[in-house]
């Protein structure tokens, strides 16, 4: 006979009887774990971001010698069967394992073992994570394995492997973590709008504890070749690939592409600060719009971007003048990067020029979904370390591009508030605006 379940019902929403509104509870980042192409390991990612280091390097995945592109951010010395056995990578693709690192690093640095949790415990702990690609790496092989008449060798996890969704799964089994399992994918604004997300279903009451954040793991042979016939990723410094990611340059022609993985735990503030969690940051405020232009073109006149940033500071209540730092989305490409800028004059007016701001796409290249989660990452690190990092590659300046883009060089600075833009495919725009750690100690 079945045993009954026991039912924990959800924390309810707040409402205040005196004007209807409701009741937002306080979201802060208690855990950070990094897996990046210029170090493994949050502290390793942000020494190196902060020092200027580059991540690209030679494609070693795979020959690219046929493509006009032959250069990635790949993560060198990540040993994936550290954290699944063969016979498990063998059902998943290569960002199962980035994640699984990365999430591993995010609970032990939030001070939660999962395996110690009850069974209420972990029915209050979900997944919410952003990808654009999933598992391509997977998905070509059991394709390549079907066009070569090797159907015996194909796997038989060759649908359930090959959906977004399993990347939110794998982890939720991982960890036996039994509250929602949900990907968002959303092109590059993938994992802005996954943290977004668990953003909201925290503070609105929804839930209490969350693993938030991106990964991709992108670099094949299909989705360079894409890439390629669509002219967006470098191929004119296959010889020198560290210098060929160069956000607002006006040599730039085109991004790196990247893989990674940036993920987050999000708690509700008291709920933290009962257990003794340390406090990396605060989310303060979060929006997403749309230009509703093209399917891969920007809308050049940047006004959604631009609304969707001023609607984020608008979300936490929060004043233009008061940002004291800006993450841009900063690919290196020629119209994305000048469409920013723009939309950043836009929303800023005289004052986008006072406001530093720097891509780290330059050191670690474009992790496509992930990259949101990327910037915010190394946003709430840099206001954690008092320190900005530099955009580096920034070598020739471009008249539309003539921001404050920290040059070659960071700036040690106290920063209260810093907002984190992107931009994706579909002209989707979505921002997140972060506050210091400190902040979030406060009544």
Known sequence: MMAEIKLFPAPRVKMNRDNGKVSRRRVVVSGLGIVS??????????QATRSGVSGVSTISLFDPTALPCRIAGEISGFRPEDYLAPKEL????????????????ALHTARVDADAMSLEE???????????????DFIEEQYRLYFSDQLRKASAYNISSSTIGTLS??????FDLKGPSHIISTGCTSSTDAIGYAFN?????????????????????????????????????????????????RLRDGFVLSEGAWILVLEERERALSR???????????????DAYHTVRLDPSGEEPARAMSLALQDGGLAKEEVGYLAPHGTSTILNDKTESQAIKLCFGRRAYEIP?????????????????????????????GFLPPTINYEEPDPECDLNYLPNQGLAREVEIALCNCIGFGSKNSALVVGRGERALSP
């Not at 192409?37 to 942000?46: D, V």
Request: proline share 5%.
């Open 169 to 174: 799964s794998e982890i939720s089994l991982y």
């Open 90 to 105: 063998r059902r998943v693709g290569r960002a199962v394992p980035l994640a699984i690192a990365a999430t591993k690093e």
């Open 276 to 290: 003794g969690a340390r406090i990396f940051a605060e989310l303060l405020g979060y929006a997403s719009t749309c």
């Open 37 to 46: 192409p210029n170090g493994i390991g949050a502290e390793a990612f942000w």
């Open 122 to 136: 972990k029915r209050s702990w979900g997944v919410i994570l952003g990808s654009g690609g999933g598992t391509p």
């Open 357 to 385: 701001m720097s891509s780290i796409k330059s050191m670690i290249g474009h992790p496509q979904g992930a990259s949101g989660a990327a910037g915010v990452a190394a946003t709430i690190l840099a206001l954690k370390d």
């Open 201 to 249: 279903l925290i503070r609105f009451g929804l839930a209490d504890h969350l693993v938030t954040g991106g990964v991709d793991a992108t670099i094949t042979p299909g989705i360079m070749h894409g890439f390629s016939i669509m002219r967006v990723v470098s191929a004119s410094r296959n010889e020198e690939p560290q210098r060929a990611s160069r956000p607002f340059d």
